[in-house]
């Protein structure tokens, strides 16, 4: 392959997740996205949390009672010129620290808001993550076609909450049952919506120009009011800027209705033209650039049991460099060995498929019984590892006690293992034998509990325990961290990997011991 064509497959990519708050419609939104890759004939077989469809998943019983996806997939398809991959981003009582780490695996975000609702906690916790990238996100107000807030309500909230700008793309005209359509600033055209349409890719209806008389005669009164709120959105609002979208600092605002299927493909005209296709990585040596021709790649996520008659492990890797093909061997370079890669796994919309080839911004499964982790780098023999792809500091905590106290040998190797995978974290306290475990979403306790009966043969139950949040401590000054590990002992674990973890019982003792101890350095992340 030349590099002109190595490039072009590099360049065609997009690679994003979306943020939302649970029921903002993400997963609505994600169907129609696919729809538009042509991926599915009819939209509405994404995850079908009620229809039961979709179920190349579902490992565990548990998961099948609860109607959710554990599991996280990757959804390729192409749009326009582009290859768009779509990194799913656990969100209901699935979410969990892999949510946040994927958003350490794409190139941009697309931040889905319900219209009537505004900015949620969720979208709040999430967009922080991004930040630690400074991701360009672009944002979908969603819901049209309910009775929403006052749009540009809607996007003071966005900017004075999330701490972005905003720049409207689209305009809604009135909303609800009088949701007529939006108003494409750039195009200088109005869209008109038609309710019912939204399991097929529609027809446009498209009238050009604001001042088009046949605007009048086909929205009457909303025609006047769209001009005057133009005028008054020009003069409230960002324009546009590619530079500063691309630095996370801008986000470009597109109104619609996922359900109507309506506005996404303005959405994803901007995706594809925007976003940036994949970018450079740091690592502890060097900045690789997707252009290299060598291959390097980063793990940020494993998932156990994905096909219960294997009981293997795939960790999902993110291409920086270089090109995947299939049989090649790829430099494993924690543990220093060359790894023969015969299949790796490609996740188009859900099925689980072999791929030729891979390239930088793809996604690729590779099998493994334990030999890999979160962070691993592998590569094309060169010896460095990616960073920006860390642990987050939990926000659930509990005590785990063993129903057998014989077991605790096991347990705790069961507990070290699930935590290298990613789900959950565990905590040794330096004062007393407890083992307590944390985890970013809730459904995690649960899995944790149902794997080391099943794999380590060990049976647990959870008990309550007073801890809060849990920070990474760190101190250049030895004599300032042997202080405060003997001052605050009562507070301090060490992590599965041996790492010194403040556990604090509440923010407000959180935030005397970081006054107390200026010395120490309190993080939320810790990077592999
Ligand atoms: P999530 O993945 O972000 O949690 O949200 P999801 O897409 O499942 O959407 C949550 C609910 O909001 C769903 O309704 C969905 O149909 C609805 N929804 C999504 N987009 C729109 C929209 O543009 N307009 C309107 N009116 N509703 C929308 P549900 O009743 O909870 O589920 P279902 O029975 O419709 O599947």
């Not at 790894?339 to 080839?357: K, N």
């Not at 094309?380 to 605790?408: C, H, M, V, W």
Request: net charge negative; with cysteine; glycine share 8%.
């Amino acid at each position: 392959m030349t590099t002109e064509l190595f490039l072009e497959e590099v360049n065609k990519r997009r690679t994003f997740a979306i943020i939302s708050h649970p029921d903002a419609g993400k997963t609505t939104i994600t169907e129609k996205v696919l729809l538009f890759g042509q991926l599915i004939q009819k939209a509405g077989t994404v995850k079908g949390k009620k229809s039961g469809q979709y179920a190349t998943s579902d490992w565990m019983e548990m998961e099948k009672e609860r109607g959710i996806s554990v599991t996280t997939s990757v959804m390729q398809f192409p749009y326009g010129d582009c290859l768009v991959n779509l990194l799913d981003t656990p969100g209901h009582e699935d979410f969990s620290e892999d949510t946040y780490r994927t958003l350490t695996a794409v190139d941009s975000c697309l931040m889905v808001i319900d219209g009537a609702k505004g900015v949620e906690d969720r979208t709040i916790k999430l967009m922080e993550v991004t930040r630690l990238r400074d991701t360009p996100i672009i944002t979908f107000m969603n819901k049209m076609d309910r009775d929403i807030r006052d749009p540009i309500d809607l996007l003071d909230e966005v900017e004075s909450v999330l701490n972005i700008a905003c720049a409207p793309i689209t305009w809604p005209i009135a909303s609800g049952k009088e949701f007529k359509g939006v108003y494409h600033i750039y195009r200088d055209e109005v869209i008109l919506y038609k309710s019912g349409m939204g399991h097929t890719i529609q027809e446009l209806d498209v009238i050009k120009g604001i001042n088009n008389p046949e605007l009048d005669q086909r929205i009457g009164y909303y025609a006047g009011q769209l001009r005057d709120e133009m005028e008054l959105v020009k003069g409230a609002s960002h324009e546009f800027d590619l530079e500063l979208f691309r630095k996370g600092e801008l986000t470009p605002v597109f109104f619609g209705t996922a359900l109507g299927n309506f506005g996404v493909d303005h959405m994803l005209d901007g995706l594809t033209e925007w976003a940036p296709a994949p970018q450079h990585r740091a690592t502890t040596t060097r900045t690789v650039e997707p252009s290299e021709p060598a291959f390097t790649g980063f793990v940020f996520k494993i998932q156990a049991n994905m096909d219960p008659k294997h009981r293997d492990r795939v960790a999902f890797l993110r291409i920086c460099s270089g090109k995947y093909e299939k049989g090649m061997k790829m430099h494993h370079v924690r543990i220093g060995k060359d790894m023969l890669v015969p299949q790796a796994l490609t996740f188009l919309a859900g099925d689980r498929e072999h791929v030729e080839e891979a390239y930088p911004g793809d996604i690729i499964g590779l099998h493994n019984h334990g030999t890999i982790q979160i962070g691993d780098t592998f590569t094309s023999g060169e010896k460095f590892n990616f960073t920006g792809i860390p642990n987050f500091a939990p926000e659930l905590f509990r005590r785990i006690r063993l129903r057998d106290p014989l077991k605790q040998k096991q347990l705790l190797k069961g507990l070290v293992q699930l935590s290298e995978e990613g789900a959950v974290q565990v905590f040794r306290p330096l004062d007393n034998n407890d083992l307590i475990v944390g985890a970013v979403g809730v459904l995690q306790f649960d899995v944790v509990v149902h794997r080391l009966k099943s794999e380590y043969n060990v049976d647990a139950i959870y008990e309550s325990v007073n801890v809060t949040t849990a920070r990474w401590v760190y101190s250049d000054d030895q004599k300032a961290l042997t202080e405060f590990k003997n001052k605050a002992s009562t507070n301090l674990a060490l992590d599965g990997g041996d790492n010194l973890t403040y556990l604090a019982p509440t923010m407000v003792n959180l935030n005397l011991s970081m006054e107390r101890y200026p010395k120490i350095k309190f993080h939320k992340t810790r990077e592999h």
